[in-house]
């Protein structure tokens, strides 16, 4: 792999992990279109790595709290008076739904939901789901706090992300839109319950990469790390951009992103059907 692709698909990661638009379906989309030599899953590890820590920077005060929540919870397991114990568990158990069905499918997924047409059309179709739930705002605002329901929901969203093209901030901003959250505070908890899910991916392939295929191979090394500053950058400005985005605006740019997306991949796919 060419540094400077590794470079450029960094930046596609940290980008689309964050932008409700599908990072997964972007790493498939971009070398396949460019016709790039791709390392697949080793350098996705990789990737994922970087987006992994732009949270941790991003969110620093926020894991800090949240650590230590954790391990206070692990002498005294109670919630009271401590919502930091209790929010720290339901991001945990947010992230069962997708590890489950990350463990049980990922070979299935990876086999026959890669092809370019299907990931189209999932670009496509959750556009629309997010319009749709995009479209309640202020209907069904609410106040409060992060709940089971919440984790549940979002959790069970999140599972679905594992599909390329649907995208696990998009899906689970949805979820979060239609529990009555504003487009800023679903964006945060979107991010949020990604921690675990982004973290225990990376960890569970790395060390599925090391133990079985011995490592990332031969001169894999540069590439590999200019990757991960690439997607580390670029996950960092997606976030802060995303949350003022929001804080103000629809997420109607995103939809009409996907939409435009999903149709010229379709077309690509019309003049160049061995893909």
């Known amino acids: 792999m060419e540094v400077i692709h590794a470079i450029i698909l960094g930046i596609v990661q940290g980008l689309s992990e964050f932008l409700p638009i599908s990072s997964s379906g972007h790493l498939i989309i971009v070398p396949k279109i460019m016709d790039w030599h791709y390392n697949g899953k080793a350098f996705d590890v990789a990737l994922h790595i970087g987006t992994f820590f732009a949270l941790i920077i991003f969110y620093r005060r926020e894991f800090i709290s949240l650590a230590g929540a954790f391990f206070k919870s692990i002498f005294q397991f109670s919630f009271k008076d401590d919502y930091n114990r209790k929010l720290v568990w339901m991001l945990l158990a947010s992230a069962i739904p997708g590890a489950l069905v990350g463990v049980a499918f990922n070979k299935i997924i990876e086999k026959d939901f890669s092809d370019l047409r299907i990931i189209a059309a999932l670009l496509i179709i959750f556009a629309v789901v ?146």
């Open 130 to 275: 997010l319009w749709l739930a995009d479209r309640r705002v202020g209907k069904i605002q609410r106040e409060g706090e992060f709940n089971w329901w919440d984790a549940v929901s979002m959790g069970a969203a999140q599972a679905i992300a594992l599909f390329p093209g649907v995208s696990r901030s998009g899906i689970t901003m949805t979820a979060g839109l239609l529990r009555g959250f504003s487009r800023k505070d679903t964006a945060n908890y979107s991010f949020l319950i990604s921690l675990p899910i982004i973290g225990g991916a990376a960890l569970y392939e790395g060390f599925s990469l090391f133990h079985k295929q011995g490592g990332i191979g031969h001169g894999m090394a540069v590439p590999f790390m200019a990757g991960i500053m690439a997607s580390f950058i670029s996950g960092i400005i997606a976030i802060k951009y995303l949350l003022k985005y929001v804080s103000t605006k629809n997420f109607n740019v995103f939809i009409i992103y996907r939409l435009i997306a999903g149709a010229l991949v379709l077309v690509w796919t019309f003049y160049h059907p061995v893909s």
